[in-house]
Each structure stands twice: as structure tokens, then as C-alpha cells.
């Protein structure tokens, strides 16, 4: 008994014996070093620096960030959903790794339309009926090809934060709580998720279904969650909530190794997402469309420079709209898209000082050629660089927890066009080209991107925030590569947003007034928004890796 109260005590007063919390915790913004991990959680940049430490290279890191990432932030951070790799090699190979999530094999087109042709955005956004096959795991797999360390070493560190619990904070603990109601909405079984009486700083958050899903993973492999028993729970789970998913679309998911998107800027080489993606393209096109303008000559945050950046995000993304879509099902004229004679034909109209208008500016002439994710950039000692963005779609995807596996379902199939001209939750349009169909891709905006210097990684960049995210990709690079900021003010710096439709210029809060009032007079609206996205950048130049963390959350960059 005696022994009994002493340990009590112990565990009471000290936090390492109650709470497994094994690294320090303070956050960083900037590192300098020979390597370095930026992600949107402290512990799983750490996971991935002990993983290079151990000498793992950055394909090892980014698979242990990843799964760190799926317990520790489970807003985005998943294994019920998808994403993307971008990758340059240390001997100059570039990957471009596609685990973007797939409709089910039962899909259909007008699957999310009701009897009189409504489009249902509350079956498409929320629940069961809302999630696409997920990816993610599927492209650890096909990333673990590059590593070096074995994948139960890598998978080890998310089993434990998952299976012993980690402290979460203030704003970790408001999150959970916001979306209570809704995991018992949308979930048929209880959840780690929820508390009792609320969440709050300081907590442990011990997630035991999803650490024994880890370990199946661990001990079977890719098979450990497309087949045996997480599969069958995923099945159940659909069918206690009328969703789609079968045994047989997760026995048939499987990696896309696409062909990296590549292209030029002045001396630069930007190595990009092609689709399903859609901001490979985007990037190319907005950059195509500024390139020979000399925009660099007018500054950070002039008007000129943003009324120019504005009117090639509009133009972009009113071609992503109507031209865009799983390739693998659609012809998209890519070729034609992203020519020089085509960007520079869609921006002969632009007028310096004269907002454009999306009611006249629509997609360009073509004839037919024959918001929550997360980001995480690596880069390590010998010059290997990764950048991948992954996503269950919105905040805790479609807050469907699949019962006794403890992992959150994305809400992705909201990424298609469910009707043409019903906006998805990002406000992005669409059309045939991304409708609807048994095993497609949806599209995405998710912007993994490495810029290459004289053919060595010099940028490895990305970050969340549904539409957004390609004109973040966008502005950072000006703001490095034509306004030649600091990395911190390249990223940090209050940023802007225009998608065609809405015809509205998002700025976040501190963007600078008199650049408002200046847009506003030539006849752009404007809105103030909250914050755009949560970046993660990495630039190296003559061999020091400085990474930067997004200031707009926790986001932390750790280095050696
Ligand atoms: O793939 C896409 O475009 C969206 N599902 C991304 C969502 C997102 O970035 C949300 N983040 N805040």
C-alpha cells in the first residue's frame, strides 16, 4: 500500500512519469544548419530530425513526420487521407509521388445530388459518404523506396506518441473541443478525441485504437491497412454510416508515380506537383505570366507588383476551373496551358492600374490538344530534399472516426465538382473535367514545390490552405527570388489571394492600408480574411540549410 501512495505521489509530481512528452517542447521558428525538418508540430519535426540523426535520410524523415504528424495533429496529419511528394535526390533524380485519395468504385457523378438536382454539400463535406479511398499510407510505402532506415524503425515514434500520449496545448485543447459535437455527429463509435467535461492545456491525449493500427501497420506493411483487420473496421464503419468504401477499392489503391512537373524561371528551375494536383500548373502559369514584366523593378508590396500578381492569379485559376481534372480520366491540355505564347496571350488584355473583372475575363481559348492540410519540408546532410503536403480535406476531414482503428476520414470527395457551378468548400469551381467518376482523382490545390539553383535544391516550400495554397507557392518565390527577402519575411509577411471567382481580393490582417485603398481605387475589391495558410520553408545557399516555420501556428523548424 505503502509503495502503492509513493508512486502516486511520483507520478503526480513529476509530468515525464505521468505524461510521455519525450522531447522538449519549446517551439522554433528558425534554424540554420546541414539539415532541417519544418512541419506544423514541434514533436514531429523532432521525430524527423532524430530520424536523420540516426541516419535516415529525408524520405526517412519525411515518413516519420508524416506518421508523427497523424497522431500528433490530427486536424491534418492523417492516414485516412492523401497527399503528395515532391522529391530531388542528392544525385539529381526527381520523384513525384501521387497518394492523392480515389472516389469509390460505386461513385458516380450525381452522387451528391438530391431528387430535384441540389447539390448536397452536407453529404459531400461531412460524415461517411464524404470520404475518398484514403492514400496516405499507401505513400509512405511507395516513399520508403528512397529511404534508408527500415519502416518499423521510422512508424516507432508515431506508435509511441499515439500509445503512451503526448501533452497538448491551449489551442490543440480548443480545437478538440470545438469539434466535439461534431465527432459524435459524424462518428458511430466514441473516439479518443472527446473528454469528458472538455479538453485543456496540459492534458495527455492517448490514442490506444490508432497506436494498434500503427503496429498493423508496422508488423504487415501497406497490407497491415488496405487488407485484414483496419480494413474490415473501415468497411464497418462505412456501413453503420452509409458510406461507399469497400474491401475491394482499399485492395486496389495504389501510389501514383507521376512525372514531376518542371519548368523555368529566369535562372531557375521549379520543380513542381503535376496533376491531379493542380498547383504545378498554377505555379507554372503565374509565373509564366509575370516573367518577362521585370517584376522585380517595383517591389515588395507595391501596388504594381500585386496588381500584376493578381491579375495572373485570376487568369490561372478561371483555367483551373474549367480545364482541370484527374488526367488519368480527362484530356487537359497541359502542354498548351502552360506554353509561353498562351500566358503571354492571357495577359494582353492586363492593364496597369485598371482592376480586371472576372465577368469578362474567363478561361482562355483552347482548342482540344491531340482549408485542413499540412506541409512539411525536409532536407538533409546529403542534399536530399522532400516536400510533401497532405490533407484529410477540411479541419478533422470528415470527422468520421473509424471505429476501433482510431483514425479520422478524410472529406475529399468535396475536392470534385458535385454539380457544375456549386463551389467546393475552398470557393473553387469546376466542370467536367473534374466531375465525378468511380476510382478519379479529385483535383487538388496542394503545392509541394523544390526550386532548384543551378541544378542543387534551393527552395523546398509548400504549405496548407485549400485554394490558397498555389498563390502562397507564388508569393513566396516572388518575394525571394525578384523582391530578395529574408526567408522569415518571405513567409511571414501578410499575404494575398485572388481565385477568379469569388472576383475579390483576399488580404490577411496587416496587409499594408494604403496598398488597400490603392487597389480599391483602381477598382478591385477587397476582403480581410484570417490568416492564409501555414508555410514551411527550407532555402539553402552555399551549403547552410536555414529552414523557416510559418508564424501563423505552431509550426516549428528543427535543425542540426
Ligand atoms: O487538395 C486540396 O486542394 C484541398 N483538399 C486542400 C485543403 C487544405 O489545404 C485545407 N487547409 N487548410
New binding site residues.
Given amino acids: 500500500m505503502r509503495k502503492l501512495v509513493v508512486l502516486l505521489l511520483l507520478v503526480a509530481a513529476s509530468p515525464s512519469l505521468a505524461q510521455y512528452n519525450p522531447y522538449n517542447y519549446t517551439i522554433e521558428k528558425k534554424t540554420s544548419g546541414k539539415a532541417a525538418v519544418v512541419s506544423a508540430h514541434p514533436l514531429a519535426s523532432k521525430v524527423g530530425v532524430a530520424i536523420m540523426k540516426k541516419g535516415g535520410n529525408a524520405f526517412d524523415a519525411a515518413i516519420a513526420t508524416q506518421l508523427a504528424l497523424a497522431v500528433v495533429f490530427p486536424g491534418?496529419g492523417n492516414i485516412g487521407g492523401g497527399g503528395f511528394m515532391v522529391a530531388v535526390t542528392n544525385k539529381g533524380e526527381q520523384v513525384a509521388l501521387d497518394y492523392r485519395e480515389k472516389a469509390p468504385g460505386s461513385a458516380s457523378r450525381d452522387m451528391y445530388l438530391d431528387k430535384d438536382g441540389n447539390a448536397q454539400t452536407n453529404l459531400s463535406q461531412n460524415g461517411h459518404l464524404a470520404s475518398g479511398v484514403p492514400g496516405t499510407v499507401a505513400g509512405l510505402f511507395s516513399t520508403h523506396a528512397y529511404a534508408k532506415l527500415p519502416f518499423k524503425q521510422l512508424i516507432q515514434p508515431a506508435i509511441d506518441l499515439a500509445e503512451k500520449g503526448f501533452v497538448i496545448t491551449e489551442s490543440e485543447a480548443n480545437s478538440l473541443n470545438n469539434y466535439a459535437g461534431q465527432f459524435v455527429r459524424y462518428s458511430s463509435r466514441p473516439s479518443a478525441f472527446i473528454k469528458y467535461g472538455g479538453w485543456k492545456a496540459g492534458d495527455t491525449l492517448v490514442q490506444k485504437e490508432l497506436a494498434n493500427t500503427l503496429k498493423r501497420i508496422r508488423d504487415l506493411g501497406q497490407k497491415g491497412f488496405y487488407e485484414g483487420e483496419t480494413a474490415r473496421l473501415i468497411v464497418e464503419e462505412m456501413k453503420r454510416g452509409a458510406g461507399v468504401i469497400t474491401l475491394a477499392d482499399l485492395k486496389n489503391y495504389k501510389t501514383a508515380k507521376r512525372v514531376a512537373m518542371v519548368s523555368k524561371y529566369k535562372e531557375y528551375t521549379i520543380v513542381g506537383m503535376p496533376l491531379v494536383s493542380s498547383g504545378g500548373i498554377l505555379i507554372q502559369q503565374m509565373m509564366g505570366m509575370v516573367e518577362n514584366r521585370n517584376i522585380g523593378q517595383y517591389g515588395f508590396h507595391s501596388w504594381q507588383a500585386v496588381q500584376l500578381m493578381i491579375e495572373a492569379e485570376r487568369r490561372a485559376f478561371a483555367d483551373r476551373a474549367e480545364f482541370l481534372g484527374d488526367r488519368d480520366f480527362v484530356k487537359v491540355p497541359v502542354k498548351k496551358l502552360t506554353s509561353p505564347e498562351y500566358l503571354r496571350e492571357r495577359m494582353s488584355d492586363f492593364e496597369l492600374g485598371k482592376a480586371g473583372n472576372s465577368k469578362t475575363t474567363n478561361h482562355g481559348n483552347i482548342n482540344p490538344e491531340s482549408?485542413?492540410?499540412t506541409h512539411l519540408s525536409v532536407y538533409d546532410a546529403s542534399g536530399n530534399a522532400v516536400s510533401v503536403t497532405t490533407?484529410l480535406?477540411?479541419g478533422y476531414g470528415s470527422r468520421t472516426v473509424v471505429g476501433g482503428a482510431g483514425f479520422i476520414l478524410n472529406n475529399?470527395m468535396d475536392?470534385f465538382s458535385i454539380k457544375p457551378g456549386v463551389p467546393n468548400m475552398?470557393g473553387a469551381l469546376g466542370t467536367e473535367a473534374n466531375a465525378i467518376a468511380p476510382n478519379k482523382r479529385m483535383l487538388?490545390?496542394?503545392t509541394p514545390t523544390i526550386v532548384l539553383k543551378n541544378g542543387k535544391p534551393f527552395l523546398v516550400i509548400g504549405s496548407?490552405?485549400?485554394?490558397t495554397?498555389p498563390t502562397q507557392v507564388y508569393q513566396v518565390l516572388l518575394n525571394t527570388i525578384e523582391f530578395n527577402l529574408s526567408l522569415e519575411d518571405a513567409v511571414w509577411k501578410p499575404r494575398f489571394h485572388h481565385q477568379w471567382l469569388p472576383d475579390v481580393v483576399y488580404v490577411e490582417k496587416g496587409f499594408p492600408a494604403d496598398l488597400k485603398t490603392k487597389l480599391e481605387e483602381m477598382g478591385y475589391k477587397i476582403a480581410e480574411r484570417g490568416t492564409i495558410g501555414r508555410f514551411e520553408a527550407i532555402k539553402i545557399v552555399n551549403g547552410v540549410v536555414e529552414a523557416v516555420a510559418d508564424n501563423r501556428g505552431d509550426d516549428h523548424a528543427e535543425g542540426y
Avoid at 464 to 467: D, E, H, K, L
Fill in positions: 491534418a482549408e485542413e492540410t490533407t480535406n477540411g475529399e475536392d475552398y487538388s490545390s496542394m496548407p490552405g485549400g485554394t495554397i
